[in-house]
C-alpha cells in the first residue's frame, strides 16, 4: 500500500507560481512512476505530467508545457509540480497518483494509488 499526501495548493493571481508537493509512503519510491491529474468542478479528471521512476523521463500535457515542470527526489520519497505563469483555466483540484511500474503515463487507469488532492485557484 502507498499513501500520498500532496500539499501546496492555495490561491494566486494569474500569472504567479506554486509548486505542488507529493509525499510518499514506502520504499520502492523510485520504481514508481509518478503523475500529476487535476479536475475542475463539473468536468472530468484530466491529465497534466508524468514522471518515470528514475526521472530521466517526463510526459506533459500540451495545456501546460512549457509552464509547467514535473521532477522528483527519490530520497525523499516526494514529486513535485512547479506550475508558473499560471491561468485562470488551471484552477482545479490537482490530484498525485502513483503507478507501480516505473514508465510514465498519462492514462489516469494505469495508476494504482492517489493522493487526496489539493486545491489551486487562480484569480484573473
Known amino acids: 500500500q502507498v499513501q500520498l499526501v500532496e500539499s501546496g495548493g492555495g490561491l494566486v493571481q494569474a500569472g504567479g507560481s506554486l509548486r505542488l508537493s507529493c509525499a510518499a509512503s514506502?520504499?520502492?519510491?523510485?520504481?514508481?512512476?509518478m503523475g500529476w491529474f487535476r479536475q475542475a468542478p463539473g468536468k472530468e479528471r484530466k491529465f497534466v505530467a508524468a514522471?518515470?521512476?528514475?526521472?530521466?523521463?517526463?510526459y506533459y500535457a500540451d495545456s501546460v508545457k512549457g509552464r509547467f515542470t514535473i521532477s522528483r527526489d527519490n530520497a525523499k520519497n516526494t514529486v513535485y509540480l512547479q506550475m508558473n505563469s499560471l491561468k485562470s483555466e488551471d484552477t482545479a483540484v490537482y490530484y498525485c497518483?502513483?503507478?507501480?511500474?516505473?514508465?510514465?503515463?498519462?492514462?489516469?487507469?494505469?495508476?494504482?494509488?492517489w493522493g487526496q488532492g489539493t486545491q489551486v485557484t487562480v484569480s484573473s
Open positions: 497518483a502513483a503507478r507501480t511500474r516505473p514508465y510514465e503515463s498519462g492514462d489516469y487507469r494505469v495508476y494504482d494509488y
Open positions: 514522471i518515470s521512476g528514475s526521472g530521466r523521463s517526463t
Open positions: 514506502g520504499r520502492t519510491f523510485s520504481s514508481y512512476a
